[in-house]
């Protein structure tokens, strides 16, 4: 998916991809855009920095990545579903006025 051109009004394939994503359903469109996209991406960049940044000056076990990679996870996917919502109520609002 490309992210839409969002100045000046949408063109007709603009509201036709539209169409097409409002079809498969706004569940869908938050698990696919907002926690696999988005979530997905930042969970694995996030955590990936913090692990290499933040070394603990303290021994600690398997457990303690485990539970960090656990709360980066959690985080991610709530993050991802925000913004996928976020992403749907801006699309609806766009194209709500268009036939879309």
């Given amino acids: 998916m490309k992210f839409f051109k969002w100045s000046g009004p949408p063109s007709q394939m603009q509201r036709e991809r539209w169409r097409q994503m409002k079809a498969r359903g706004k569940k869908s469109f938050i698990l696919r855009v907002g926690v696999i996209r988005y979530g997905g991406f930042m969970f694995v960049v996030m955590t990936t920095l913090d692990l290499l940044r933040d070394k603990p000056s303290f021994p600690v076990g398997v457990g303690y990545y ?16 925000a913004f996928g919502l976020w992403m749907w109520r801006s699309y609806e609002k766009r194209f709500s006025g268009t036939g879309g």
């Fill in 66 to 81: 485990v539970v960090f990679i656990l709360i980066n996870l959690l985080v991610w996917t709530l993050g991802g579903s």
